[in-house]
C-alpha cells in the first residue's frame, strides 16, 4: 500500500468527520505522551499563544499495532487522505503540516533546540509512527477541541478493521454511502489477518 496520510480513529468519530464534513483538532493536553504535551504547551506560551490543538496522522505503511492501539481494535477506521488536498485545506485554516522528527536521548543531550522546533520533535521510541502533524495556535482560550470544515474529496479510503464480521462489515458500509457526499468513497475492509496471498504460501510447502 502506498504511504499517504492516514487517520486512525474510531467509528464513531470517522462518522461524525463524514456527517459533520468536519475535522477536529485536539487540546493536546488530553495526549497519553507526556513529553509531547509539555512541547506543545512551552511551544504556545513561547510563541504568546491562549491556545494551541493539534491532530496525529501517520505515513506509515499498516502495521498490527496501528489497528490494536490507535484504532482500539474492532470498532477501528482508518481514514486515507490525499495528500495535496490535505496540505491545501490546511493552508487556507492556517493549520500548520509536518512531518515529526525524532530524536534519541543521546542526541537530545547535544542537540541545540528553537522555540520553533519543539512541535517536530518526538522521541526516537516513537519513530514507527512516521507521524504527520497538524497543529494550529489560537489568540482565543484554550478548549478541548478545535474544529474545522473539511472537503469529503479529501478522503481517499475508508478502511475498517480486519476483526469486523463480514456481514457488520456490509452494514457499515450501506451506512457510509447513505452520507452525503460519501457515496463515491471507496469503503474496504483490511485484510491484515486473513490474507489469502499470504495463505497461499501453504500451497508451495513441500
Known amino acids: 500500500m502506498s504511504k499517504v496520510p492516514k487517520r486512525y480513529t474510531q467509528l464513531p468519530f470517522a462518522l461524525d468527520i463524514l456527517e459533520s464534513s468536519k475535522l477536529t483538532l485536539l487540546n ?3 495526549w497519553d505522551d507526556r513529553n509531547d504535551a509539555a512541547f506543545l ?3 504556545r506560551a513561547g510563541i504568546g499563544a491562549k491556545s494551541i490543538y493539534a491532530l496525529c496522522l501517520t505515513m506509515a505503511s499498516a502495521a498490527y499495532h496501528h489497528w490494536k492501539i490507535y484504532a482500539e481494535s ?3 477506521v482508518c481514514i486515507h487522505l490525499a495528500e495535496a488536498p490535505l496540505r491545501s485545506w490546511a493552508s487556507r485554516n492556517d493549520i ?3 512531518e515529526v522528527c525524532y530524536f534519541s536521548l543521546a542526541k537530545a543531550r547535544s ?3 528553537q522555540k520553533v522546533d519543539l512541535p517536530r520533535l518526538k522521541r526516537h521510541v516513537f519513530e514507527d ?3 504527520l502533524r497538524m497543529i494550529y495556535k489560537s489568540a482565543d482560550p484554550q478548549d478541548f477541541t478545535r474544529s474545522f470544515k473539511f472537503p469529503l474529496e479529501a478522503i481517499v479510503e475508508i478502511e475498517l478493521n480486519p476483526w469486523l464480521p463480514e456481514s457488520v462489515f456490509e452494514s457499515i458500509r450501506s451506512i457510509i454511502s447513505r452520507i452525503d457526499g460519501c457515496k463515491n468513497i471507496p469503503v ?3 485484510h491484515m489477518l486473513t490474507n ?3 495463505r497461499n504460501l501453504l500451497t508451495r510447502v513441500p
Open 28 to 30: 493536546p493536553a488530553s
Open 41 to 43: 504547551d512551552s511551544y
Open 74 to 76: 474492532d470498532s477501528g
Open 96 to 98: 500548520e503540516m509536518f
Open 111 to 113: 542537540a541545540t533546540v
Open 129 to 131: 509512527e512516521s507521524e
Open 188 to 190: 474496504t475492509q483490511s
Open 196 to 198: 489469502v496471498e499470504w
